[in-house]
């Protein structure tokens, strides 16, 4: 859409960066903590890259006063980090951990303090390993209501400090990984029923938690972030443009359309009923559903890479995980469903040495998509790049990333220029993290982070990245000084 001169970002549009818990706190012992899935899963041989863990990770439970204050020094506006369940309630469920509950309360505080406004995400995908012991975790109705009540003790604890919430991250990347690729706990592999039977569970947890979150603050924001890579049909082929139909339902829609509509998509639940797949519901989930859809403020967006899709007959590619996960440019594979679609290379875009595709205007898409199909507000939760990061004269030169931020932030604007209601960008990430299968190779922060994979390596030092420096420019002019 053409439009001759641009608005900008608003005013109060708010200039971020995130992290999640396990992949920033380390302590993972401390202070009364409770071990998580990944805090498990990472010790079966193999599962990560030269087994990483994140025991240690950056040790954001130790420094976050350090980090925080080099957030305050480019003028951050927001930050968003998830809480650990398993840091506030060790079982999941039972009693209470009053120092994790502490910790929280002083990195708020500390936000507060350099006027950072404190983006609160509640699940990144740490389920406490006792819930996965006591019942199975996700695959357990029961997982709801413990959830439920780990979220009601965050809200009416942090409340009046939050007012930017977000139920789940990615909850279509952790649950697929989880019951479809094996590459997330619990490791299983194309458990079809459980997959779609656990994300069930999940959007209802998700639902009753915006409920209870509206009872007790009806000024608070709340939403989900959804991992959403838009799709383009690799032809003008009515074939490929069917396929991308399907991809789009089973692979975004599904969720978004729970998330804002309080439903499933039709064309799903034909799909699955072919399948023979029957979600296993309660006779109130649906009116629950629907009543949370009313209530939810925005619409999260982690937004990292486009999608192309191509009709796949039924004696075609079945392989579900192509993923590059030695950062070996090329070596990703095609991934498919028989009869519906598969997923080839966009030869007209760049990639990253993970094979993710650079496409800054996929954003705009993805903004446009949203408002055109919701309209409701947006914030980009995570966007960033991860690259293989160098120490050259003590300073990390990281003009790839300003290009890249650069690209997509442009991209932004001009979604706001057309309508999109965007509150929000949080860079990801704002330090190095453990960058989950890949270690910490993969690195993605504007602040260095001195450590690799050997649990004990490195000072842990921070140092500000080029990228830092320009991020600061971008945030005092509001997102004109690219």
């Known amino acids: 859409m053409y439009i001759k001169e641009s608005k900008g970002f608003p005013e109060d549009f708010l200039w971020g960066a995130a992290s999640a818990a396990y992949q920033v706190e380390g302590a993972y012992d401390e202070d009364g903590k409770g071990l ?66 502490q910790f929280y309360d002083d990195l708020i505080n500390e936000c507060i303090k350099y006027k950072i406004k404190p983006m609160v995400t509640l699940y990144h995908w740490d389920m406490p390993q006792s819930l996965i012991d006591q019942y199975g975790g996700w695959e357990s109705r029961q997982s709801v209501d413990d959830f439920v009540n780990y979220a009601k003790v965050c809200f009416s604890h942090y409340g009046d400090r939050v007012k930017h919430w977000i139920i789940m991250n990615e909850q279509n ?15 299983k592999i194309n458990d079809l029923k459980m997959f779609y039977q656990v994300n069930h569970h999940v959007f209802m947890a998700h639902a009753y938690s915006v409920l209870a979150l509206k009872e007790m603050y009806d000024d608070a924001l709340v939403g989900s972030s959804f991992a959403f890579s838009p799709s383009y049909a690799l032809t003008n082929k009515p074939e490929d443009a069917l396929s991308k139909q399907d991809y789009d339902t089973l692979q975004s829609y599904y969720w978004m359309d729970v998330y804002a509509y309080g439903r499933y998509p039709r064309a799903a639940l034909s799909y699955l009923e072919s399948l023979n797949v029957k979600i296993e519901m309660e006779p109130w989930d649906e009116d629950i559903l629907k009543r949370s859809a009313l209530l939810v403020d ?32 090329g070596t990703k ?27 800054p205007s996929g954003l705009r898409f993805a903004c ?9 507000p947006i914030i980009i939760s995570e966007n960033g790049l991860g690259a293989f990061d160098k120490i050259e004269d003590g300073k990390i030169h990281d003009p790839y990333r300003v290009d890249y931020l650069r690209e997509h932030i442009k991209e ?71």
């Open 36 to 101: 998580s899935s990944w805090d498990a899963f990472v010790k079966i041989p193999g599962k990560t890259f030269k087994g990483t863990t994140g025991d240690v990770a950056v040790d954001h439970y130790h420094r976050y006063k350090e980090d925080v204050k080099l957030m305050a020094y480019i003028g951050l506006k927001t930050y968003r980090f998830s809480i650990s369940w398993s840091r506030i309630f060790p079982e999941g469920n039972g009693k209470l951990n009053e120092k994790g509950l």
């Open 173 to 187: 990347v952790f649950t697929s990984h989880g019951w479809m690729l094996g590459t997330h706990p619990p490791g």
């Open 298 to 329: 925005f619409m999260g967006v982690n937004y990292y890479q486009t999608t192309t899709v191509a009709y796949n007959p039924p004696q075609g590619v079945n392989n579900l995980n192509g993923e590059n996960n030695s950062g070996k440019k």
């Open 333 to 359: 594979a095609v991934t498919g469903i028989p009869g519906l679609y598969m997923n080839p290379s966009n030869d007209f875009l760049d990639k990253t040495d993970w094979d993710w595709a650079i496409d």
């Open 368 to 376: 446009r998509d949203i408002t055109s199909r919701y309209d409701l």
């Open 412 to 482: 932004l604007k001009k979604a706001c220029d057309e309508g999109c209601r965007i509150l929000s960008y949080c860079v990801w990430s704002f330090t190095d993290v453990l960058s989950w299968l890949n270690g910490y190779q993969k690195r993605y922060g504007l602040v260095y982070v001195d450590r690799n994979e050997e649990e004990n390596s490195g000072t842990l030092k921070r140092i500000p990245k080029y990228s830092y420096y320009w991020y600061k420019k971008v945030i005092e002019s509001n997102g004109e000084n690219l």
